[in-house]
């Protein structure tokens, strides 16, 4: 089975721009979860979406949104792109509530 | 609310050394526990994990012992190779609520010197 694809790898913004990242689960997930990491605040849980709805939800402003289409895929946008959104993006898929969860090789988002 | 602590890197070792990175953990009730593993560039691979108390998770190598008492879930290696260089995260997954959230220690960069 393929892993988890998330495109693009690589991107780069300036401030005030809007951004959107893909993320393509494994075939059969239909939780898809998408993490924030940072040198200084490390891995933080940005939301979860599971059979189109939103899980859960990390604390994060408003300007971070996301999506899951009927095949399980997930976008997240980000608006009014700021310097401390510079990050690289994962995003992980499960089968299910608790089960295992595997990550893609992340979007690195530079903010100019 | 839940958190996880790791011990502070980075943690150099000779090749065949033996490795313990320390993680504890808060939390409510009976959460998962999992070590991820970050190579250079790229994203969280598992390495191993224990889903009740007592458990022992292994894999390559790796174990960590789930230990409810200490709220504890240590990280060894008997003999480490220059391969084994990466960060390790210590994760646990909240117990309740339909939700798969993770929630991550800080890190450990381990450097293993040939």
């Known amino acids: 089975k393929a892993g988890v694809t998330q495109t693009p790898r690589y991107l780069i913004k300036t401030r005030g721009q809007q951004v959107t990242l893909s993320c393509s689960p494994i075939s059969g997930h239909r939780s898809v979860s998408w993490y924030q990491q940072t040198p200084g605040q490390g891995l933080q849980f940005l939301f979860e979406?599971?059979?189109?709805?939103?899980?859960n939800k990390g604390n994060f402003p408003g300007r971070f949104s996301g999506r899951q289409f009927s095949n399980s895929r997930s976008e997240m946008n980000v608006s009014t792109l700021e310097l401390g959104d510079s990050a690289l993006y994962l995003c992980?898929?499960?089968?299910?509530?608790?089960?295992?969860?595997?990550f893609g090789p992340g979007t690195r988002l530079l903010v100019l | 609310g839940d958190s996880v602590t790791q011990m502070e890197g980075p943690v150099t070792l000779s090749e065949e050394a033996f490795l313990t990175i320390n993680c504890t953990y808060t939390?409510?009730?009976?959460?998962?526990l999992f070590w991820y593993v970050q190579y250079p560039g790229e994203g969280l691979q598992l390495l191993l994990k224990?889903?009740?108390?007592?458990d022992k998770g292994s894999n390559k190598g790796f174990e960590a012992t789930y230990r409810k008492e200490t709220t504890s879930f240590h990280l060894e290696k008997g003999s480490v190779q220059v391969s084994d260089s990466a960060v390790y995260f210590c994760a646990l997954s909240s117990y309740g609520g339909a939700t798969n959230k993770l929630i991550f220690g800080t890190g450990t960069l381990l450097a293993v010197q040939p």
């Open positions: 992980a898929s499960s089968t299910g509530t608790k089960e295992t969860q595997y």
């Open positions: 979406y599971f059979s189109e709805t939103q899980r």
């Open positions: 224990a889903t009740k108390a007592d």
């Open positions: 939390a409510t009730g009976y959460p998962s």
